[in-house]
């Protein structure tokens, strides 16, 4: 505990009144920065490369699988009022949900291993964020020209041109935004239909609600917002530190071998002028997406997309020095000198092994799983209204409501028995035919004679068999429910 003596030490900041309305503005000091507009240079190299390469795979997924065709439906499409959810051959219902949570363990797991081996390689070059951001900025700069003309641009008083301009550059942006929350709407309603829809002005109130609203996200987000999505609400910025280590690869700068920095005549000899590599031009900066600058160190803003590598790359082959002033590389590396072999064999470490046998063993398993599952899926619901009854003839009688699930992309014949009492019996029909894709309820009626035996809830099987038109068989399946006799 503080003595009275040590507590009287300590400088205590006097509280200052509130300043009155009139006081005036100048007295006041803001608690906010105000944001800075980043203009991104553009940036020609290999990461550039790989980078519109996955910006035109992740789009042309995007947007054309919406009009892939599988048979007489669309490939991908997940139709929430009917409860099916249809992936190219496959057909999955609710009750298959099990595949949807595999799918995010696969993707955390995914995540977690890309970020041991190479920090944040989803956000440099597949995040959506990213992808749009690039998109958005290729159209700006087609319109406003690159870094320093958009600058100029910006500003220059209004003017016809900077009308035309601007304005050409947000109607290219809202119509591509348009056309991202149509394409989206498409997953879920049969894009076809959407778009005769919107043709014939009949779209429903819901369509128009998610297509303006991905639309206004697309545009807000990757138009305006940009790096400050990925600086202040994507959580993963904050705990990327959690699965980086030494061995992690990061874009580094060679600190050792660009500094002293600063300006040189290219015939000038660096080591005369007590220079290092970097010649202090801030291209590194003006290409950065985020607008940090790398020779400060790794940042938690840094997305990992190598532009500043590109650039710096450019600039060292134009001053005649060797590459990888920035670069690629983990922290063991840079301190230890090690060549990229000795990295990659740093890479592949305990850790990355470790997510590397528990995610393929969970493809494997959803893999096998998919692979082997039964065309049709069966549930037995018991009918609440009539939990067992007395029927004539002395019977005692159970309902039950079967759901009928066909997976298939042809129709299903459905069969089934019962059995686990004496004297048990169907008094209702056991054939059913059900449509490709399609589920049907059917209701059951069970029947054991009185005294068959004791009262309470005994065990009993449906045993189903599904056979396809020809009457090959489709699959078998055992359901376990219960047979109730009153007191």
Same mark, same amino acid.
């Given at each position: 505990?503080?003595?009275?003596?040590?507590?009287?030490s300590r400088s205590v900041l006097p509280i200052q009144p509130v300043p009155a309305e009139d006081e005036g503005e100048g007295d006041r000091t803001s608690l906010y920065q105000a944001h800075q507009k980043i203009y991104p240079r553009s940036v020609q190299g290999v990461f550039?490369?790989? %980078?519109?390469?996955?910006?035109? $795979?992740?789009?042309?997924?995007?947007?054309?699988?919406?009009?892939?065709?599988?048979?007489?439906?669309?490939?991908?499409? =997940?139709? *929430?009022?009917?409860?099916?959810?249809?992936?190219?051959?496959?057909?999955?219902?609710?009750?298959?949900?099990?595949?949807?949570?595999?799918?995010?363990? $696969?993707?955390?797991?995914?995540?977690?291993?890309?970020?041991?081996?190479?920090? %944040?390689?989803?956000?440099? =070059?597949?995040?959506?964020?990213?992808?749009?951001?690039?998109? =958005? *900025?290729?159209?700006?700069?087609? =319109?406003?020209?690159?870094?320093?003309?958009?600058?100029?641009?910006?500003?220059?008083?209004?003017?016809?041109?900077?009308?035309?301009?601007?304005?050409?550059?947000? $109607?290219?942006?809202?119509?591509?935004?348009?056309?991202?929350?149509?394409?989206?709407? /498409?997953?879920f309603t049969p894009i076809r239909e959407l778009t005769n829809a919107i043709l014939s002005l009949g779209l429903g109130p819901w369509e128009i609600f998610w297509v303006l609203f991905y639309s206004f996200a697309t545009y807000g987000n990757a138009g305006f917002m940009r790096?400050?999505?990925?600086?202040?609400?994507?959580?993963?910025?904050?705990?990327?530190?959690?699965?980086?280590?030494?061995?992690?690869?990061?874009?580094?700068?060679?600190?050792?071998? /660009?500094?002293?920095? /600063?300006?040189?005549?290219?015939?000038?000899?660096?080591?005369?002028?007590?220079?290092?590599?970097?010649?202090?031009?801030?291209?590194?900066?003006?290409?950065?997406?985020?607008?940090?600058?790398?020779?400060?160190?790794?940042?938690?803003?840094?997305?990992?997309?190598?532009?500043?590598?590109?650039?710096?790359?450019?600039?060292?082959?134009?001053? /005649?020095?060797?590459?990888?002033?920035?670069?690629?590389?983990?922290?063991?590396?840079?301190?230890?000198?090690?060549?990229?072999?000795?990295?990659?064999?740093?890479?592949?470490?305990?850790?990355?092994?470790?997510?590397?046998?528990?995610l393929w063993a969970i493809i494997l398993a959803v893999g096998l799983s998919l692979w082997s599952r039964d065309p049709f899926r069966v549930d037995i619901v018991r009918d609440r209204a009539t939990m067992a009854r007395w029927v004539a003839g002395g019977h005692i009688e159970?309902?039950?409501?079967?759901?009928?699930?066909?997976?298939?992309?042809?129709?299903?014949?459905?069969?089934?028995?019962?059995?686990?009492?004496?004297?048990?019996?169907?008094?209702?029909?056991?054939?059913?035919?059900?449509?490709?894709?399609?589920? %049907?309820?059917?209701?059951?009626?069970?029947?054991?004679?009185?005294?068959?035996?004791?009262?309470?809830?005994?065990?009993?099987?449906?045993?189903?068999?599904?056979?396809?038109?020809?009457?090959?068989?489709?699959?078998?399946?055992?359901?376990?429910?219960?047979?109730?006799?009153? %007191?």
């Amino acid at each position: 505990m503080s003595t009275p003596e040590a507590r009287s030490s300590r400088s205590v900041l006097p509280i200052q009144p509130v300043p009155a309305e009139d006081e005036g503005e100048g007295d006041r000091t803001s608690l906010y920065q105000a944001h800075q507009k980043i203009y991104p240079r553009s940036v020609q190299g290999v990461f550039a490369q790989w %980078r519109w390469g996955m910006v035109a $795979i992740t789009q042309l997924v995007f947007y054309g699988l919406p009009w892939l065709e599988w048979g007489q439906r669309q490939a991908v499409l =997940f139709d *929430l009022g009917a409860r099916r959810f249809y992936i190219f051959g496959l057909v999955l219902y609710p009750q298959d949900f099990i595949y949807l949570t595999a799918l995010l363990v $696969i993707s955390a797991l995914s995540l977690f291993l890309f970020t041991a081996v190479a920090g %944040r390689l989803w956000c440099g =070059f597949a995040c959506p964020q990213t992808v749009y951001s690039e998109i =958005f *900025l290729w159209i700006e700069r087609r =319109f406003e020209g690159d870094r320093s003309a958009r600058m100029r641009l910006d500003a220059s008083p209004l003017s016809v041109n900077k009308i035309l301009r601007k304005g050409g550059k947000q $109607i290219a942006w809202i119509m591509l935004s348009l056309w991202t929350g149509l394409s989206f709407v /498409g997953y879920f309603t049969p894009i076809r239909e959407l778009t005769n829809a919107i043709l014939s002005l009949g779209l429903g109130p819901w369509e128009i609600f998610w297509v303006l609203f991905y639309s206004f996200a697309t545009y807000g987000n990757a138009g305006f917002m940009r790096e400050q999505v990925c600086k202040y609400m994507c959580p993963y910025a904050r705990f990327q530190s959690a699965m980086f280590d030494r061995d992690t690869l990061i874009v580094t700068y060679d600190q050792g071998r /660009g500094e002293p920095r /600063g300006a040189r005549s290219k015939k000038a000899d660096p080591k005369v002028q007590g220079l290092g590599a970097c010649v202090d031009c801030t291209l590194c900066v003006q290409v950065c997406p985020t607008g940090i600058d790398i020779r400060q160190g790794l940042q938690y803003e840094c997305i990992g997309c190598g532009a500043c590598v590109d650039v710096c790359d450019t600039v060292m082959d134009k001053v /005649g020095y060797a590459r990888g002033l920035i670069k690629f590389s983990t922290q063991n590396a840079m301190e230890g000198g090690w060549n990229w072999a000795q990295t990659v064999r740093r890479i592949f470490r305990p850790r990355v092994w470790v997510y590397s046998a528990v995610l393929w063993a969970i493809i494997l398993a959803v893999g096998l799983s998919l692979w082997s599952r039964d065309p049709f899926r069966v549930d037995i619901v018991r009918d609440r209204a009539t939990m067992a009854r007395w029927v004539a003839g002395g019977h005692i009688e159970n309902v039950y409501r079967l759901q009928l699930m066909n997976a298939a992309e042809q129709n299903l014949y459905f069969q089934w028995q019962v059995d686990g009492l004496p004297g048990l019996r169907l008094v209702t029909e056991s054939l059913v035919d059900v449509g490709a894709t399609e589920s %049907r309820w059917v209701s059951v009626r069970l029947q054991v004679p009185d005294g068959a035996a004791p009262a309470g809830s005994h065990p009993i099987h449906f045993r189903f068999t599904a056979r396809l038109p020809h009457g090959e068989l489709a699959g078998q399946s055992s359901e376990k429910t219960v047979f109730l006799i009153p %007191r």
